[in-house]
């Protein structure tokens, strides 16, 4: 079961996992129209919320796929909620404090290896300095050449970390403690959490007879395995698509008439141009007398 | 670090159906995130088929924006401001303020920092503002419930948003109704504040706008004697140069040797009379000068030498070391015809042909006897403006005498060898005099004449229902200034896509507002936006010859 959300009248879906459900599962493409969290200073790809139209809306009620809740319930307030969300954060930070110390830990013993490194280069600098000192006073000897010679083929072994000097560095680590408060991260919530179970509300629409068809035109396209978005970019009513439309170029733009309703040729014409000059087939929805839905297809063809 | 960053990533695929609280690694693994958004899935292919390939595509495709949807936003709590909500005033006082957004977002109002509710939202929704209601941090859903909706529509924080995002910067339309067409024409409304125009009221005091000129008005009336002074001195030159003409020759040369002596015979340190004039601008002495110079200039000739000495010099100019060209002297002196009587009111007498001389500066030796000739013109006329007295037809300013003097040029044909074709009631469309140039006689044969609704749109009836512009528009700059927006680049109003399109008048009367910034309509349609505009074309005046 799906939740919806009512909210100032649009129908939102807020959760990340039902909104994908809604694509992948029962091809409920809707519109995203918040700000995605990762990237959130452009427009080619948005995030959660995901609006739906007022057909898909429709449609998931009747087919028992979601329900509707009020959106526009205020947050729990009092003092013991916002205790919950102090201790909760503090909670929080500590756990995170903890775990930036494991954190360190571990890459402390993934570079013991370059620390004993480090360590062992300082050691014989100190050494060559020392020995520098030296012959400043004396003259170079042999046994120095033979030293230094020993120095080389000493470096080929790898230095290590002895057990005490590990276990000093770790002690270090722990002493720090003091994390600075600003650095802890939070969370900014997308969707409210709710632990007591809502009343779903009632859902009027559709309420004028357009709409009836409107409603009535989705669901029998959608029925037959449509994927369908909202058609005002294109002139009608909706966009049909034959697959994801992520994948896909949608076939038919489908403009809703009453059966009843006059047309005139010049809207014909006018149609089959909108249709032919994006490649598109306009499809006339219409319901017969027994309730069900007539298509009727427009193409433009030329006579030579 | 990269365990919990993957431990962080499986969960992400796990379905998750009820809110995201997530957990001290969830929320350290946020750290790396991929900050890059996939581009729009590449060509799509025609239809499905069954294939693997296409199937692999979409699944691909879908677990990626599972993982993308499923994001939190996570932020240091250093980064992040603070706010509280006040549901009452319907606005958002921030608290903590951080980041840069306070630049072009934001109002502060008796020393506190507001947010309107579409800002904090965005603010929300870019992660760099935490809003509190009743010590509680609000979920995006929830500030979606309770800061929009009533105050500000959703389509309105949609469009907000999209703008916003791409990086334009939006503030409130600020309504320019209290400014003049011609102030906003003139960009006027850019240097005084909107709170200053609204306090004063009625922006009918034009006055108020020159408030040099009202200075000048006091000073003229109450004081009588530091006005005579500033004339000795002005007067002198003019004078001086008079004198020279008699005597000595026409060069430049000479001409500053003389100034010379003349300013040597000023004694020093006569400016204590003057300084309360001092703070008068140069423009205002000048205007004074042209107005006084014409009565007085008799008189000066006889106070003579005594005047020069009382008078003052508090010019900064020092004109004996600049030596000024001759530049008028030997230009051609035009004559101006009498204007016509009949046109002028009642009261105006004109005497002499005016002379003018064409030079660009009559900076001549000449000067001072040709004021004096001007000014005897001037000083008696004593205009009848109150044109309701008088049954005539009589122009009361220039604009109004240019207008008369072209109509009488038209009416008058008798002079031509053409009149009696104006003699029956079918006469030609173009008369001789409109034989200027091509132009002007094409726009005489135009019978259905242009007209800019913009400026004419009394005529149409009245819009059948009331809708205001949503935002001025800004583009992405560093040196905007909140506190001075200037004139937007754009403005936009809100529409829902289900609404009926707007008629005409609507239209018009919009963009007379917005005038003359660009105006753009936002048509929202279920969380899909698009931009149209309504302009006025001008049909091309294609001539050949």
């Not at chain 1, 042999?142 to 590990?166: K, W």
């Not at chain 2, 606005?91 to 800002?119: C, M, Q, R």
């Not at chain 2, 959703?154 to 503030?171: C, K, P």
């Not at chain 2, 403006?385 to 604009?399: C, F």
């Amino acid at each position: 079961m799906i939740d919806l959300y009512l909210c100032h009248g649009h129908v939102y879906v807020w959760n990340a996992s039902a909104a994908c459900d809604l694509r992948e599962r029962h091809r409920i493409v809707g519109t995203f129209v918040g700000a995605l969290p990762r990237l959130p200073r452009q427009n080619v790809r948005l995030g959660r919320p995901l609006q739906l139209m007022p057909e898909e809306t429709t449609l998931l009620l009747n087919k028992g796929m979601a329900r509707l809740l009020d959106g526009n319930i205020p947050p729990k307030t009092g003092e013991d909620a916002a205790q919950a969300i102090t201790e909760h954060r503090q909670q929080s930070f500590r756990e995170q404090a903890e775990i930036c110390k494991s954190d360190r830990k571990r890459k402390l013993h993934e570079m013991a290896s370059v620390i004993a490194k480090g360590r062992a280069a300082k050691r014989k600098k100190l050494a060559q300095k020392e020995k520098a000192d030296d012959e400043s006073s004396s003259s170079v000897s042999t046994s120095d050449v033979i030293s230094s010679l020993l120095d080389q083929h000493g470096e080929e072994e790898e230095p290590r970390l002895s057990v005490e000097e590990m276990e000093e560095l770790e002690a270090k680590l722990e002493k720090t403690t003091g994390y600075n408060e600003q650095a802890f991260l939070v969370q900014i919530m997308t969707e409210q959490d709710s632990e007591e179970t809502q009343e779903t509300i009632p859902w009027n629409y559709p309420t004028t007879d357009t709409e009836a068809l409107r409603c009535r035109v989705f669901q029998d396209l959608w029925e037959k395995g449509y994927f369908l978005t909202s058609g005002g970019k294109f002139g009608g009513d909706f966009l049909v698509y034959p697959g994801d439309p992520f994948r896909y170029h949608s076939f038919y733009i489908a403009v809703c008439r009453p059966r009843t309703e006059n047309m005139e040729a010049l809207d014909i014409v006018r149609l089959g141009r909108l249709g032919s000059n994006v490649k598109k087939t306009v499809l006339l929805c219409s319901e017969s007398e027994d309730g069900e839905i007539n298509y009727t297809s427009l193409q433009w063809t030329g006579m030579n | 670090m990269m365990d919990s960053y993957d431990i962080a990533e499986e969960e992400d695929y796990s379905p998750r159906m009820k809110a995201a609280h997530l957990s001290a690694q969830e929320l350290l693994a946020h750290r790396n995130l991929d900050r890059t958004v996939p581009p729009r899935g590449g060509t799509k292919d025609y239809a499905p088929d069954g294939s693997l390939e296409q199937e692999e595509k979409l699944q691909g495709m879908y677990s990626l924006y599972r993982r993308m949807l499923a994001e939190e936003r996570v932020n240091k709590i250093g980064n992040l401001s603070k706010a509280i909500w006040l549901e009452d005033q319907g606005l958002a006082e921030v608290t903590v303020d951080k980041g840069k957004f306070w630049h072009h977002i934001g109002h502060s109002n008796e020393g506190k920092k507001y947010l309107y509710p579409e800002e904090a939202v965005f603010l929300m929704e870019t992660n760099a503002i935490e809003v509190y209601w009743n010590k509680l941090p609000l979920a995006i859903q929830q500030a979606y419930a309770m800061m929009l909706g009533n105050r500000v529509s959703m389509e309105q924080y949609q469009v907000y948003a999209h703008l916003s995002r791409l990086g334009y910067i939006l503030i409130r339309h600020q309504s320019r109704e209290h400014f003049s067409w011609y102030e906003r024409q003139i960009q006027l409304d850019e240097y005084i504040p909107l709170k200053q125009r609204i306090k004063e009221g009625s922006s009918a005091q034009v006055r108020d706008w020159f408030p040099s000129n009202q200075h000048e008005e006091q000073t003229t009336s109450t004081s009588g004697e530091p006005d005579k002074t500033e004339e000795v001195h002005r007067d002198n030159p003019a004078r001086q140069k008079s004198k020279e003409v008699k005597s000595a020759s026409d060069s430049p040369v000479e001409h500053s040797t003389s100034n010379q002596t003349s300013r040597d015979s000023l004694p020093k340190g006569q400016t204590s009379r003057m300084e309360g004039r001092i703070e008068q601008s140069v423009e205002d002495e000048q205007m004074e000068i042209e107005c006084n110079r014409k009565d007085k200039t008799e008189k000066q000739e006889e106070k003579g030498v005594d005047s020069l000495v009382t008078s003052s010099y508090e010019c900064k100019w020092d004109f004996t070391n600049i030596s000024i060209p001759n530049v008028g002297q030997d230009c051609d002196v035009s004559e101006i015809p009498i204007p016509c009587a009949e046109l002028l009111p009642t009261g105006v007498q004109v005497n002499n042909v005016l002379k003018i001389n064409t030079g660009a500066f009559s900076l001549n030796t000449k000067r001072g006897r040709k004021g004096k000739s001007n000014s005897e013109h001037l000083s008696k006329i004593v205009p009848n403006l109150r044109a309701e007295d008088d049954p005539r037809k009589v122009s009361r300013n220039w604009m109004e005498f240019k207008k008369l003097c072209g109509a009488k040029r038209e009416m008058d044909m008798s002079d031509s060898p053409v009149a009696h074709l104006w003699q029956g009631e079918v006469t030609p469309l173009v008369r001789p005099s409109d034989a200027t140039d091509m132009g002007a006689i094409l726009s005489r044969l135009q019978v259905i004449q242009n007209i800019s609704l913009e400026k004419e749109c009394c005529s149409l009836p009245k819009p059948d229902r009331s809708l205001d512009i949503a935002y001025d528009v800004f583009l992405p700059d560093s040196h905007f200034k909140k506190s001075k927006p200037g004139r937007p680049n754009l403005r936009v109003c809100v529409q829902r896509f289900s609404e009926p399109a707007p008629d005409l008048a609507l239209i018009v009367q919009l963009n007379q507002r917005s005038s003359p910034v660009p105006l753009l309509w936002a048509v929202v349609d279920n969380g899909d936006i698009s931009f149209y505009s309504f302009t006025e074309a001008d049909l091309p005046t294609d001539y050949h010859m």
